[in-house]
């Protein structure tokens, strides 16, 4: 077990490394092969129109000159060990993880994202248990009823659900349910540790925007996959055993047609980390989605690097948890 | 994405009509899969909905000019002596919408909605095409590839389409579209930015296309008429193009087509998000922006591109849905 | 001046009607804020008057600021909020009407006393004013404040009056040179005195220590450069909770050690909440509602509360839509557009009507003559040049043709053109102005950047506007101080350009114009140097260096629940020092 959690833990920052390899390569490395110079790219690290001294000594700091393997070393150096920048004016110390460091609003890339992470973990966690819960529901209960009114009309909306933008259903619901009929209290982020209560009712309406285009997809999907494990033979045999039908439902056939939900979802939410840069403009949240945007439309390239790594650290938590939870219920799993 | 299809190419081979009506033995033909599958496609009335309607938006895209010309004034064009100059609402009622403005007109500057809207297809519809069109090169060859020859290759490939699903997609485009130049390759201001964001957009899909593809592949390559033609001396490239290719057919397609719907919203998110395509060309995604800042002046203005979004890509999936449960009856309604 | 009143008379339909009706409806003001105060009470009153403390006021901005540091921060805006934690040498009185446009002493006992040829200023310091950790104010630290400054390196966003006009010889700055001694344009023979020496004489010296933060003390040991910002010392009425987070903001609480005989700020919210970053829709909705009190921009409100608002009789009387003293314009960057004749045409093909009705229409604004305001002292009508100030103009497609001819470049060209993406107003000005060059072939590229970087980093680069072909762009402008001098300096002079948040965006080295600003140090009849700010205005727009757009007015909303509110004629918005929510 140990072996096989250790095993999946190498892959993961493997993985991790090379996302992060990747990510230096075209942030730095693309605009050198677009034809821009290391001054270019200097003044578009600095986020702002430099001097000329500035631009020198972001060069040498960072060491554009240098050939890219090198700097991606001080890059991954600095995020293990710590950096300390020099602004002319004092020596600012950045900490182990140091994902970098913004000129633009002069303050350390990882301090930025600790701040806004409660925020987007907030947006998904609620939105993924509501979806989860509700999707699956939905998509069991059609695929029991197959051909019912039902099974039609929540595979309709289903498609409605997923085939609207999340920022259009997000303003709609925004004007109305907020504004027009006051409804709920206007979408903001309040700590949980402060209020739970406020924490939930701000955040209910992009949980349950989210939710809608998820659910959607969840319902079809568990829908699609229940109706292919009720259509196999064990389930007959199971049936034909005398198993009260309950029981056929919810310890095989669920069980069987859950798990690419699962591995599905484990995805999802890893992505959705990133993902929710939509929902975050849409109701004007400002977590690490409205960061990274923050970033690109600033030119502050630290923000959108350390960011864009960060993120992709999400996804990459989130397969190893559902690899090892997989490991945990299926000894087959393990022994591969 | 939904379970993946399981395509059987040797079930398709059962003709019991024939045999009941006596027909006439020169028509007794083996209905191949692709037949089978129009058949059943033709009857499903939701699905074939749902197609007519894509067919209608290619054509609305392809022939915009002339539409635009017979029924609407120019998209950039702007009418503000029709518009309220204190408030920004069109002077006339039901937003301005009347024989000579199909839809109304846009809050502020007058333009006209409808040549908007047919305009902004040309920009959905090509990026979704496109963009899919390349993850489906990419996405295909790289996922046969994967599949059939296994190995270290399926190895390199699989763990490659593991770290590319792993990226924030939007994320990443966003960053893309920001640190490249304004000029490059000749190419420049829009027409660039259209280029990047359809080649961002289907060089960041195609694994969802590699994975279907490889899963297929590795089903497809234990069949028993690949090991048959094995067995006869055929070679791999001949067994990749005879055996395997063809009846990928079906589940690229499948895919390709929600492939689309999705990289429509994708260009409508980064639209939305300001990285996409640069004023004054219109795309569905930046007007419905434009429209949460007038809601209050022009409340058909949220309405009208959210719906062409919608209508859009709800065709596209109910006729990717068709057309999966035509190829594959298990998961039909 | 009665000019406001009349001003709005005139204007058509809408604005007239509902200042009719909202005066015979009454509605005086209610000081626990039942009814509104009724329409436009707020410009020349003080509404909902009140001295109780308490409550959480909460201020918002769509993007953020442009620096907390006082001496970094330029925006009207910024120099108004700063007041709620920074006591200058001079400020403005907290009055509305034109006493507010007056210098006053703040930390100083009195104004400046200068010396005969207006070349020495002295200021003396007021006794036993704290920073919020007990230390006493002196005179180094008011030396130290205008001494850091002088380092565009590090301090980018400020105004430059004073590296340009103290004699400090090539003094570059604290942060090269620790020693304050040398720096000889400020010099404290006391510890509660303060001695300007000027270059040259200047009149108006008061005005120009008056209207800007950098004069608020700022203790050495405590200064880390740009990053000041982050947690400035206060010296007023409010103090920083933590630090101040860019992009998010931060929380003020009452400070203990200002001195309470302070005339033009009063301590009475028990907690201050900055709130940056807020989507300009939300921020409205939610000022609406009175869930935020006031929108720092103090530009006014979007199209959609525009639109609520004006259709409300309920909303309206707690509006106001006063002349703000801003300008709209559009420079245009003479390095990208050399040819004189090109920049003509720029302005011929300019559709006026549809930057007018991006402002609002009558309640936008009304569209410009000269560059100056109409408030400014001394200003004139001036003559339309390449374009009409008149309602429904929408450019002369031919002259543009004839222009472009005339440039060399009948095909038109192709340039950048900038604004600020939070803005939405400008968006909309930027598009009109893309379809309309666009008849006659000037191609316009958009770019839309925040406010908060727009004019330290993009429009305010000249490096920036070089590299990327940054022709024009949407700009606005109030005068630091009422005259002629206080508004079209930092605009025209080419002494001052600056490598980052400069505001002669024209690049305008024009030998006429500087000449004539030369001339104006040495005129010591006011009605004379407004006579040369008057030509140099003049020229400004004959030589085609900017397009004039729209004197503002701002439709601003406060809702019932904010107490003594006005507008600051110097500031063009609500004053936020002495405001309070009970």
């Not at chain 3, 108004?80 to 403005?92: A, D, E, G, P, Q």
């Not at chain 3, 004069?215 to 000041?228: F, L, N």
Request: aromatic letters at 10%; proline letters at 6%.
């Amino acid at each position: 077990m140990i072996a096989f959690f250790i095993r999946r833990l190498v892959g993961g920052v493997v993985m991790l490394l090379v996302i992060s390899a990747v990510t230096f390569l075209i942030f730095f490395g693309l605009p050198r092969a677009a034809g821009q110079s290391t001054d270019q790219l200097a003044a578009r690290f600095a986020g702002k129109s430099p001097t000329a001294e500035t631009i020198t000594a972001i060069k040498e700091r960072f060491g554009f000159d240098d050939p890219l393997a090198v700097q991606y070393g001080n890059f991954l150096k600095s995020i293990v060990a710590g950096d300390t920048y020099d602004t002319g004016v004092e020596k600012i110390d950045c900490p182990a993880p140091c994902l970098g460091y913004s000129f633009r609003t002069n303050q350390s890339v990882t301090e930025q994202i600790v701040d806004r992470f409660p925020i987007t973990l907030s947006l998904v966690v609620g939105a993924a248990i509501i979806w989860l819960l509700a999707g699956v529901s939905i998509g069991v209960l059609s695929a029991l009823k197959r051909g019912s009114l039902f099974d039609r009309a929540a595979m309709i909306v289903a498609l409605a659900g997923v085939s609207l933008p999340i920022f259009f259903t997000g303003l709609l619901s925004l004007t109305f349910v907020v504004h027009a009929w006051e409804l709920l209290p206007p979408v903001s982020y309040h700590s949980f540790m402060d209020n739970p209560f406020k924490w939930a009712s701000a955040l209910i309406l992009p949980w349950v925007t989210l939710a809608f285009l998820y659910a959607a997809m969840y319902a079809r999907l568990t829908r699609a996959g229940m109706l292919e494990t009720m259509g196999e033979d064990y389930i007959r045999t199971a049936r034909a055993k005398g198993l009260p039908e309950r029981t056929v439902i919810t310890r095989h056939a669920l069980r069987a047609s859950l798990t690419p939900v699962l591995t599905i979802f484990g995805l999802d939410v890893g992505l959705l980390f990133g993902g929710a840069i939509l929902t975050e403009q849409t109701f004007s949240l400002k977590g690490l989605g409205n960061l990274a945007l923050e970033g690109v439309i600033g030119s502050d390239l630290p923000v959108v690097l350390g960011t864009v790594v960060t993120l992709s650290l999400a996804v990459i938590v989130m397969n190893l948890v559902v690899d090892v939870m997989y490991g945990i219920l299926d000894p087959r799993v393990r022994l591969s | 994405m939904a379970a993946p299809i399981e395509v059987s190419g040797s079930d398709a081979e059962a003709q019991p009509e024939a045999v009941l009506s006596g027909v006439d033995r020169k028509k007794i033909q083996g209905r191949s899969l692709g037949q089978i599958a129009w058949m059943r496609l033709k009857r499903d009335k939701v699905a074939l909905t749902g197609g007519v309607t894509v067919i209608l938006l290619i054509l609305m895209a392809i022939f915009a000019p002339v539409i635009v010309k017979l029924f609407g004034h120019p998209p950039n064009e702007f009418h503000q002596e029709l518009i309220d100059p204190t408030l920004g609402g069109p002077l006339e009622p039901r937003g301005g919408m009347s024989k000579e403005f199909l839809l109304g007109l846009e809050p502020g500057n007058g333009r006209d909605l409808f040549s908007r809207i047919v305009y902004g297809a040309r920009v959905s519809l090509l990026v979704g095409f496109l963009a899919t069109l390349i993850a489906m090169v990419i996405g295909t060859t790289l996922g046969v590839v994967a599949g059939y020859f296994g190995g270290w290759v399926d190895w390199v490939i699989a763990r490659t389409m593991d770290v590319f699903l792993a990226f924030p997609l939007v994320m990443f485009a966003i960053a893309v579209v920001g640190v490249l130049p304004d000029s490059w390759l000749g190419l420049e201001g829009n027409g660039l930015r259209m280029a990047i964001v359809i080649f961002v957009i289907g060089f960041f899909s195609w694994p969802y296309m590699g994975r279907i593809v490889r899963g297929q592949t590795i089903s497809l390559r234990e069949r028993e008429f690949v090991d048959a033609a094995r067995s006869m001396g055929a070679r791999s490239p001949s067994i990749l193009f005879r055996e395997i290719l063809p009846n990928l057919v079906a589940p690229v397609l499948v895919y390709a087509t929600l492939l689309i719907l999705t990289n429509i919203l994708f260009e409508a998110a980064l639209s939305f998000l300001g990285v996409g395509i640069n004023p004054p060309t219109p795309a569905w995604g930046s007007m419905l922006t434009q429209a949460i800042r007038s809601y209050q002046i022009a409340p058909y203005f949220v309405i009208i591109p959210g719906v062409a979004i919608f209508v859009t890509v709800m065709a596209f999936n109910l006729f990717g849905d068709g057309l999966r449960d035509a190829l594959d009856p298990r998961t039909g309604r | 001046m009665r000019v406001r009143p009349k001003l709005m008379a005139l204007s058509s339909g809408l604005v007239a009607l509902s200042l009719g009706l909202a005066a015979c409806g009454g509605g005086g003001d209610d000081g626990d804020g039942g009814d509104g105060a009724g329409y436009n009470a707020a410009i020349e009153n003080i509404v909902n008057p009140s001295d109780k403390k308490g409550g959480t006021l909460r201020m918002a901005i769509s993007s953020d600021i442009d620096s907390t540091d006082p001496g970094n921060m330029y925006y009207a805006w910024s120099t108004n909020f700063v007041r709620l934690y920074s006591r200058m040498l001079l400020t403005y009185p907290a009055k509305p009407g034109d006493e507010g446009r007056k210098p006053a002493p703040d930390l100083a006992e009195d104004l400046g006393t200068p010396s005969d040829d207006y070349k020495t200023w002295t200021y003396k310091l007021k006794r036993g004013q704290k920073y919020e950790d007990g230390t006493e104010i002196k005179a180094a630290d008011i030396k130290y404040a205008v001494a850091r400054t002088f380092d565009r390196s590090v301090l980018r966003s400020g105004p430059s009056y004073f590296a340009d006009m103290l004699d400090a010889g090539d003094y570059e700055g604290p942060y090269k040179d620790k020693n304050l001694d040398n720096f000889k344009g400020v010099t404290t023979p006391d510890d509660y005195t303060v001695v300007f020496h000027l270059k040259r004489p200047f009149p108006e010296f008061n005005e120009l220590v008056n209207f800007s933060g950098q004069t608020a003390p700022v203790p050495q040991d405590k200064d880390k450069g740009e990053r000041y910002g982050l947690h400035p010392v206060s010296s007023g009425p409010y103090k920083w909770e933590g630090d101040y987070t860019p992009g998010k903001g931060g929380t003020l609480v009452p400070n203990d050690q200002w001195d309470p005989s302070d005339p033009h700020r009063k301590q009475l919210p028990a907690k201050i909440e900055m709130i940056a970053g807020l989507n300009a829709e939300e921020l409205d909705n939610q000022l609406l509602k009175g869930d935020i009190h006031v929108d720092l921009a103090g530009s006014g409100v979007q199209d959609n509360a525009r639109k609520t608002i004006l259709t409300d009789d309920k909303l309206k009387e707690q509006a106001d839509n006063p002349v703000g003293g801003f300008h709209w314009y559009l420079p245009i960057n003479s390095e990208v557009v050399p040819n004189v004749e090109c920049r003509k045409a720029m302005i011929w093909a300019a559709d006026r009507d549809a930057i007018w009705r991006a402002y609002g229409g009558d309640v936008g604004g009304d569209l410009a003559t000269s560059i100056m305001p109409p408030d400014v002292d001394g200003r004139e009508k001036g003559t339309d040049y390449y374009t009409k100030a008149e309602k429904g103009y929408k450019g002369d497609v031919n002259k543009a043709k004839e222009a472009l001819q005339a440039c060399g470049k009948p095909e038109g060209f192709e340039v950048t053109m900038l604004y600020r993406s939070d803005r939405p107003k400008e968006q909309a000005v930027a598009v009109a102005l893309q379809q309309s060059m666009g008849r006659v072939g000037i191609k316009l590229n958009l770019k839309g950047y925040p406010a908060n970087t727009y004019v330290t980093d993009q429009f305010g680069s000249p490096e920036f506007n070089k590299k990327n072909n940054v022709a024009i762009g949407t700009f606005g402008w109030l005068s630091d101080w009422p005259t002629g001098y206080g508004y079209l300096w930092a605009l025209t002079s080419s002494d001052a350009i600056l490598p980052a948040g400069n505001i002669n965006i024209s690049m305008m080295k024009d030998k006429q114009i500087d000449d004539w600003w030369d001339q104006a140090y040495e005129t010591e009849d006011p009605a004379e140097r407004a006579k040369l700010y008057n030509q140099i205005d003049d020229r400004f727009r004959s030589e085609a260096y900017v397009l004039p757009g729209v004197y503002a007015k701002s439709l601003m909303f406060r809702p019932d629940s904010l107490k003594n509110v006005f507008f600051h004629k110097a500031f063009g918005m609500y004053n936020y020092s002495t405001l309070g929510v009970e």
